[in-house]
Each structure stands twice: as C-alpha cells, then as structure tokens.
C-alpha cells in the first residue's frame, strides 16, 4: 500500500518574481502590498516574501513611516 | 589636513503645504544653497507634489514633499542638519547615502500572479 503525499507546490517570492532588485522607501505602492490594513508588515509565511528581502522590506517600511509616506498604527 | 571626500547622499524634506508656492520656493532653494555653500553639489532635485502625511506631524495633515540628490562632505552632513532644525517650513528630513542619482520616481509594477 503506498501513501500518498500531496504534491506542495512551492511558492516563489513575489520579489524575485518581479525581477524587483532594491526595495525603495519611496515605493509607497509597493510597500502598500506586503502591509496590513492596519499598518504592520505582513509576516513572511503569508506574503511569501524570501528572508533576504523581507529584511530590505522590514528597514523601507519603517523609513517610509518615518517620511509620514506611510502610517504607524491607522486609527479607525 | 584630512582630505576631503564627496559623498553621494538622498534627501528626502517635506515642506508645509500651507506655504504660498513662492514661499516654498525660498525654502527649498535655501536647503539647496546650504550644501552648495558647504562645498557640496546638488545632481538633482526631484518634486513629488503634495501629499496627506500618513499621521499627523506639528498638527499638519499636509506636505510638499522634494527629494534632492547630492553629494557633500560626510563631516558636513551633521552640520546641515543643525540648519534643518532651525528651519521652521521644514516639517521632515531625511539624509541617506546612495549609490546612483535617479532622474524619476517611477517604480517596477510587482507583476500579478
């Protein structure tokens, strides 16, 4: 009797994908896709986002908070 | 004496939208006069209009925000930012070292899956 496994289908990092070499702090609209409503970052396991640019994600979005291009916490 | 360096930086400054367009003007041309008069050159000054900030800062809701490419002294840099905080329009700056000075602020879409 064999077991069957279900095939995983891997995921690829919608970055890598885009061909998306440096994040930019001024990319608010890219930004804007891996954030939740509430204004945190996404965690990796949902966006699919490898670790290398989810490091470069993690330093642009807290700069573009800065810059008031993007919020801390949206009241609601 | 210690061999001075230019150093390739990115400002980011974000103006009070309540100034008049030729006020805004005069404060931008007095950020970029200050690096030039520190022995710095200014590549480029790019204006990305005027936004709502995300939260508010000093009570306003809104900025003109400027990007500007310029090289300058490292050891200057600290010195123009004493300037910065004495200017009253300027709401926020930031100053950060890049590599390349970009002539646009258009961005790769993120291709959809």
């Known amino acids: 009797m064999s077991i069957k496994y279900f095939s995983k289908k891997r995921k690829q990092c919608p970055l890598t994908a885009s061909g998306i070499k440096k994040i930019d702090y001024k990319d608010v609209e890219l930004l804007k896709e891996f954030i939740t409503e509430r204004g945190k970052v996404l965690p990796r396991r949902i966006s699919g986002i490898s670790y290398y640019y989810q490091k470069r994600l993690k330093k642009a979005v807290k700069q573009a908070r800065y810059m008031a291009l993007l919020p801390f916490v949206t009241e609601d | ?113």
Request: glycine share 4%.
């Open chain 2, 1 to 113: 004496m210690k061999k001075r360096s230019l150093r390739l930086y990115e400002g980011m400054y974000i103006i009070s939208a309540t100034l008049s367009d030729e006020a805004r003007k005069k404060a931008i041309d007095k950020i970029t006069e200050a690096i030039e008069e520190k022995g710095g050159e200014v590549h480029n000054i790019i204006e990305m209009g005027r936004r709502r900030l995300a939260y508010n800062i000093e009570k306003k809701r809104e900025g003109f925000y400027y990007v500007v490419y310029f090289s300058l002294d490292p050891e200057l840099v600290k010195e123009i930012w004493k300037e910065y905080h004495l200017h009253e329009d300027l709401i926020r700056f930031c100053t950060m070292q890049t590599e390349k000075v970009r002539e646009d602020l258009e961005f790769k879409p993120l291709k959809q899956s």
